[in-house]
Every structure is written in C-alpha cells, then in structure tokens.
C-alpha cells in the first residue's frame, strides 16, 4: 500500500466529483463528493489495496456491495447505502449515499472522552448491526471509529463491510483497531469484530485506543500482537466488559449475549447518569442543511459560497490533513459549543480602547495584483465608524458589522471548528468567519492547497494575483483574492487567513458582487472588518 496521492481533475469513475476531503484514516480517505449523473451528493471513500492485490483487487467490489446488501437487509437504516464500488489504480472506491452524520473519532477528537452510559448505547447499537452480520456469517474485520457514524436523531450508522478477506493484507484500514488473529494474519471470524468493538469502548472510555497507531502498519499490527494491554482506568462499571472483550485468544472472549446483558444492565441500573446527546451542529451536517435549503429554493450562491467555499477555509483545511477532523468532529455534552473565551481577553496585540493597534497594520495586497484591498489605517485606533456596531459573538470574538447585519448560518465541528457568516436580507455581500484549531503552519500553503483546489472546481473560478504572505496583528497571514460566478452574476471574495499558534487560525472572508467591488461602502466595510476584528481565542 503506500500510495498517497489521487488527482481530483477527473471524476472518480466518469462520475463522482470529488469536492472536498472529510475524512482521513490509515490507508482509507473520505470526501463529500457530487454525482453527476444525479446531481446528489455523496461519500466517496477511497480505500488504499495492496500493490500485489491483482486479481483479487478486481473481485473486491462485487464482494463489498453483496456484503453490504446482505446485512442491510436484516439491519435496515443501520448501514451505509452503497451506490457504487469501483477499482482503480490500485484502490477501492466506495460509493455510499451521503450520511448524515459524523465518524466517531472525530467527535472523540472534539471531546476526549464519553461517559460510560453514552458510551454502552453507542456500543449496543454497533453491536446490533455486527448480529445481523454476523447471522448472515459475515465478519466485518476493519471496524473501526471511523467506520462507525453518529447521528443526531437516529441510531449509528456502520460503513466498510465486505473489505476483510478481500486481499491478502490482514487489515486495510486502521490497524490499531486490528484483532490479534488479524495482526498475526490468521483466519478470522465474529471474535474479530468483538474485539474491535472492546477497542472502540476503551478509546470512547479512556480517550485513546488502546494500541496506539505506530505510522507503518506493520509496525502497528506487532505491537497488537505483542504489547500488553493498558490496564483502563475511566472505564467504571464497563471496565469488566472491556477487558472480556480484548483477550488476546479469541476462544476467550466475550460473547455477543453476555456483551448485550453487560451494557444494558449499565444502562438499566443507572437510569439517572447524565447521557451526552447526539452531537450538535457540524460541518459535515452543514453540508446536508446546504442542500436542503438549496431544495427550499436557496440561491445556488449560498450552496457554494456559503458551503463550498466557506466550508472549505482554514477551518476546513483541517479535513484535508492528515490527521483528519479532525477533522471535524461533532459537539457532545457540555463540550457541544464552540471554544468559549471572552472577547475581550487579550488576544495578542490588540490596542486598548482608543489608543494604537500597530499590530493591525499590514501593507495592502500589490496594486500589480489588480486587487487593491483596501488596508487598515497604519494607525487604526479600532474604534467603529459610524454606521457600524460592534457585535461580540459567543465563540469568544467580535468584529464590527454595518448595521442592520446579523448572523445568517452557523456550522460547527465539535470544539475544533466553527464558521459564522454575517449579513443582511437583501445586501448581497457576506463577511465569512472560521475558526480551527488543526491548521497548518503555513499560511499561504493553507491557501493554495488546501483551499484552491476545490475553488477550482466550481463556477468560473480566477485567482486575482498571488497569494500574498502578510502580518495581521502580529500573526504569520495570507492574502488570498479570486472571482466565481453565481448563476451569471460575477462574485469577488477577498480572503485573509491567519495563525495564533499551537494549531490555531482564523480566516476572514469579504464576498461581494463584482461590480460593487470598488463601491465606497464596500471598501469601507472591508477596512473596518480587518481593523476591528479581535479574537478571542488566546
């Protein structure tokens, strides 16, 4: 396996356009994707075989739908749908309907830990869908978190089936979730999946898996096979069960019905422990809310620019990194809001009132850019215009808008991500802003890599100049400006990112009509946003 780079210029199969990543695991990468024969969305998942796979990678697909066909029929609603599995250059393609939901260990990455209570219904409803499979003697053998999705209002759902055996590797996904058998490349059957399920209740209990992953899967299957288990220490009353469930001989393992009776009398005998919900509001929700709102008869600007774009900044550069959303997680328990930090802690240099912020100076980008973004006054005294208020929003910053503007759409990625966009019934212009906390450390590249290529993949996308690498408050920043179309109406969007540090940033996006580019108010407003902003995440 090995081989990391997918070029997203041509669709996946003549079909699925790739638009952006939302999910990264070992040897296994997800992205929200668009059929084109359809119009709907999707999650395209790509699946790394072995380089000496052959014949066997060819008979793969086929093996992935009849597995997923036969479980789903005993576990409705509970497994992923998949639409479409296709072999490629070495690598597995699976096609499932668009889930409304979010992978495990991205909400773990958001919060930690689950409570035990929590923690035994979403092991129950796991252990629902490995009966029905394993009734129909199919063994799932790549569970993992990332395979299992939560949602709010509904039970969980389970994607890759039909993976296991279909090569010669022992594991093809997140071998830290390997059985013992696995890493020691033996047959295995329903005792894997019990094992894995023991692994994904230590990591919701304790906060991390219980064989870490070692970066070459090899690496991580030895030490599977051979490192004793870390004795858990938050489990509670679900210690027993965990470690029943992780002996190493799988003759000795827990069974399907005690694991049921152990978990529901957790939940039976302690009916009064305060049980997280679902998570809340999240990027990958944000997607489906888009697309309904869309179907309401939302402008298709708001669908790209309010998702697409705006999802993908440094926020959601996040998702295209390797260590995932990790991207983006979901909100749960008293963790369910974004970070909260008062908006006015210091956050750097920011100025007292009324006096200098020569932190909030920076030089414009290049007139040779024909962009021309008007800059902060080199010694902006952050005090509102008139004509402007400021609003200090919840997440912890403030900024001033023109009045009359308000929050128009939220989304959130647990505690690690959030994105608020600002304006006004019948303005056409928004003000974008992101907040991440698993940024790279390069502005500018967070810009060209991760945040260009799905903008080029939409309507009528031009980059204006260079991406420019500025100071903004005496942070490392850069500049980003481009044009896109909105169903014939030309779009201007100024960008500015930048870094707190440990992993931190925060983008700023100005959209307006093309053709008000240059409008004083305009102008005006741009200025003021860059000279006012304060973050408050320091």
């Known amino acids: 396996m090995g081989r990391a780079h997918v070029s997203t210029d041509q669709p996946v199969a003549g079909r699925y356009r790739l638009v952006e990543i939302t999910h990264r695991e070992t040897n296994r990468v997800s992205w929200y994707a668009e059929d084109l024969q359809t119009g709907r969305p999707c999650l395209a998942t790509r699946t790394e075989l072995p380089q000496d796979a052959g014949e066997t990678a060819r008979r793969t697909p086929s093996r992935v739908l009849r597995a997923t066909e036969s479980v789903d029929r005993l576990c409705p609603g509970r497994i992923a749908t998949v639409v479409d599995t296709v ?89 830290a979730y390997a059985s013992p058998e696995q890493a020691r490349d033996q047959r295995i059957g329903p005792a894997a999946d019990l094992w894995a399920l023991g692994a994904i209740l230590y990591t919701m ?55 049921r009776e152990a978990l529901t009398r957790v939940l039976r005998e302690d009916p009064g422990a305060v049980e997280a919900s679902v998570p809340g509001p999240r990027l990958r929700g944000a997607y489906t809310a888009q697309l309904r709102r869309v179907g309401d008869g939302l402008s298709r600007r708001t669908m790209v620019l309010g998702t697409t774009l705006a999802v993908v900044t440094v926020a959601v550069a996040v998702l295209a990194a390797t260590q995932g959303l990790p991207g983006t997680g979901s909100g749960a328990d008293s963790a369910a809001e974004a970070p909260q930090a008062s908006a006015s802690a210091p956050t750097g240099p920011a100025a007292p009132d ?130 896109a179309d909105d169903g014939g109406t030309r779009l201007r969007t100024f960008g500015r990112g930048f870094l707190l540090g440990g992993g931190r940033g925060f983008s700023l996006r100005w959209t307006t009509p093309a053709a008000d580019w240059e409008e004083p108010a305009s102008r005006e407003a741009l200025r003021t946003f860059l000279r006012t902003f304060r973050p408050g995440t320091d």
């Open 87 to 175: 072999e490629e250059d070495g690598c597995l393609w699976t096609v499932t309907a668009w889930i409304d939901g979010t992978p495990l260990d991205e909400v773990l990455a958001g919060q930690g830990t689950f409570n035990y209570v929590r923690a035994a219904r979403i092991a129950l409803e796991v252990l629902d869908v490995l009966d029905a499979a394993h009734a129909e003697a199919i063994t799932h053998g790549e569970l993992s978190p990332g395979q299992v999705f939560l949602r709010e209002g509904g039970p969980v759902v389970v994607t890759g089936f039909g993976l296991a055996g279909s090569t010669s590797a022992p594991r093809l996904t997140a071998p």
């Open 205 to 259: 209990l304790e906060g991390r898996p219980p064989f870490r992953d070692r970066g070459r899967p090899e690496a991580t299957l030895k030490a599977v096979d051979r490192l004793p288990l870390r004795t858990p220490v938050r489990s509670g009353p679900l210690t027993r069960v965990v470690q029943g469930l992780l002996r190493r001989d799988a003759r000795e393992r827990l069974t399907r019905q005690v694991v």
């Open 354 to 483: 009324g006096g200098s912020d020569p932190g909030a100076s920076d030089p414009a980008p290049p007139s040779a850019t024909a962009s021309a973004a008007p800059s902060p006054s080199p010694s902006g005294t952050g005090g509102v215009p008139p004509g402007f208020r400021t609003y200090s929003a919840p997440e912890g910053f403030s900024v001033a808008l023109p009045e009359g503007w308000e929050r128009l759409d939220t989304s959130r990625a647990a505690d690690l991500a959030y994105r608020v966009t600002f304006g006004a019934e019948g303005d056409p212009r928004t003000l974008a802003v992101t907040y991440s906390e698993r940024v790279g450390s390069d502005a500018v590249a967070v810009w060209r890599d991760d945040v260009e290529p799905p903008l080029e993949r939409s309507g009528g996308y031009e980059r204006i100049g260079a991406i420019e690498a500025r100071t903004y408050r005496g942070r490392e920043a850069a500049d980003m400006e481009w044009y």
